[in-house]
């Protein structure tokens, strides 16, 4: 249902409230450059520091921006069910085209705690649902057979997978079948989890090069495999850069480096660190972004 390369957004602020115009510029640049989808509120979004008034009204300006030109895949995960189920509404209410919705972190819920989260949220909201298996944020990996089980459920369809384990990838395709939708997590390993059966990626480093990310996904679907593998070592040094602190410090930095929008974070995460700093900058002029 969903594939290609879909931006992991960052949130943008200034003076501690949410950028209204550089949200639009970025939704903008990231259409003109041909992405195939975006979404908010997600871990590059900085989901977790937002309120839940800020949380509907990105997602909403990100919808309304966005026109109906490209998906939209509203983030709409939380620890708490009722506050995911909250925000699964709203996402509908407002005209996104899916959730991505975050295994419970901190609680650690058992397999049979996940299936209920899952069952809940879908039994009560119809639009499309992608589970988020992100286990070194959550503290929980949400195994293949787990998985199995959930995508049994109406309304699942799909997972971004971000555990980096290709064997994972793997099992989780072969249970599964390739009408369930599989998008990586880990923008290290797109070309590889293609190759298996996956449909794309989420991509936190999209945010400042959407075209070449988006175009190895098109080329290898194309069965163009040299061009795919020539542009995801060209991006591998950009997508370490975008990793050396914590997501999405880098990413907020780069493109503050690129004039697109202030680099503001906020706590518990700061800015990056000097020599973070120089490195995200050679590698952008490497690039030829600035």
Same mark, same amino acid.
């Not at 520091?49 to 509203?74: C, F, N, Q, W």
């Given at each position: 249902m969903f594939s290609g390369c879909f931006v992991a957004l960052v949130t943008p602020f200034s003076n501690g409230k949410v950028d209204k115009e550089g949200l639009k510029s970025l939704v903008e640049f990231h259409i003109k450059e041909g992405i195939d989808g975006i979404v908010p509120c997600g871990t590059t979004g900085e989901s977790a520091t937002l309120s839940m008034d800020e949380h509907k009204e990105v997602v909403e300006l990100v919808i309304e921006y966005v026109g109906g030109r490209i998906p939209v895949i509203a983030g709409a995960g939380s620890?708490?069910?009722?506050?995911?189920?909250?925000?699964?509404?709203?996402?509908?209410?407002?005209?996104?085209s899916a959730v991505l919705s975050i295994t419970p972190y901190y609680n650690k819920p058992t397999p049979?705690?996940?299936?209920?989260?899952?069952?809940?949220? &879908?039994?009560?909201?119809? *639009?499309?649902?992608? $589970?988020?298996?992100?286990?070194?944020?959550?503290? @929980?990996?949400?195994?293949?057979e787990t998985i199995k089980k959930i995508s049994e459920i109406e309304n699942v369809v799909g997972v971004k997978e971000a555990s980096g384990d290709l064997k994972q990838v793997s099992e989780i395709i072969r249970l599964c079948g390739e009408d369930f939708t599989?998008? &990586?997590?880990?923008?290290? *390993?797109?070309?590889? $989890?293609?190759?298996?059966?996956?449909?794309?990626? @989420?991509?936190?480093?999209?945010?400042v090069a959407p075209r070449d990310m988006t175009n190895m996904i098109k080329e290898f679907n194309k069965g163009n495999i040299s061009e795919a593998r020539r542009l995801h070592y060209k991006l591998l040094p950009l997508c370490k850069a975008m990793f050396i602190e914590t997501n999405p410090g880098p990413v907020k930095a780069a493109l503050s480096m690129m004039g697109k929008i202030s680099e503001e974070i906020r706590l518990p995460l700061v800015k990056v660190r000097e020599d973070t700093r120089e490195k995200i900058k050679k590698a952008l002029i490497e690039y030829g972004l600035i």
């Amino acid at each position: 249902m969903f594939s290609g390369c879909f931006v992991a957004l960052v949130t943008p602020f200034s003076n501690g409230k949410v950028d209204k115009e550089g949200l639009k510029s970025l939704v903008e640049f990231h259409i003109k450059e041909g992405i195939d989808g975006i979404v908010p509120c997600g871990t590059t979004g900085e989901s977790a520091t937002l309120s839940m008034d800020e949380h509907k009204e990105v997602v909403e300006l990100v919808i309304e921006y966005v026109g109906g030109r490209i998906p939209v895949i509203a983030g709409a995960g939380s620890n708490n069910t009722l506050e995911a189920l909250e925000l699964t509404r709203f996402a509908k209410k407002a005209g996104a085209s899916a959730v991505l919705s975050i295994t419970p972190y901190y609680n650690k819920p058992t397999p049979s705690g996940l299936y209920e989260h899952y069952r809940t949220i &879908s039994s009560e909201v119809d *639009i499309p649902i992608i $589970l988020y298996n992100i286990p070194s944020r959550t503290g @929980i990996n949400m195994s293949p057979e787990t998985i199995k089980k959930i995508s049994e459920i109406e309304n699942v369809v799909g997972v971004k997978e971000a555990s980096g384990d290709l064997k994972q990838v793997s099992e989780i395709i072969r249970l599964c079948g390739e009408d369930f939708t599989v998008l &990586s997590g880990d923008d290290f *390993i797109i070309l590889p $989890l293609m190759a298996v059966g996956g449909k794309g990626v @989420i991509s936190a480093t999209a945010n400042v090069a959407p075209r070449d990310m988006t175009n190895m996904i098109k080329e290898f679907n194309k069965g163009n495999i040299s061009e795919a593998r020539r542009l995801h070592y060209k991006l591998l040094p950009l997508c370490k850069a975008m990793f050396i602190e914590t997501n999405p410090g880098p990413v907020k930095a780069a493109l503050s480096m690129m004039g697109k929008i202030s680099e503001e974070i906020r706590l518990p995460l700061v800015k990056v660190r000097e020599d973070t700093r120089e490195k995200i900058k050679k590698a952008l002029i490497e690039y030829g972004l600035i």
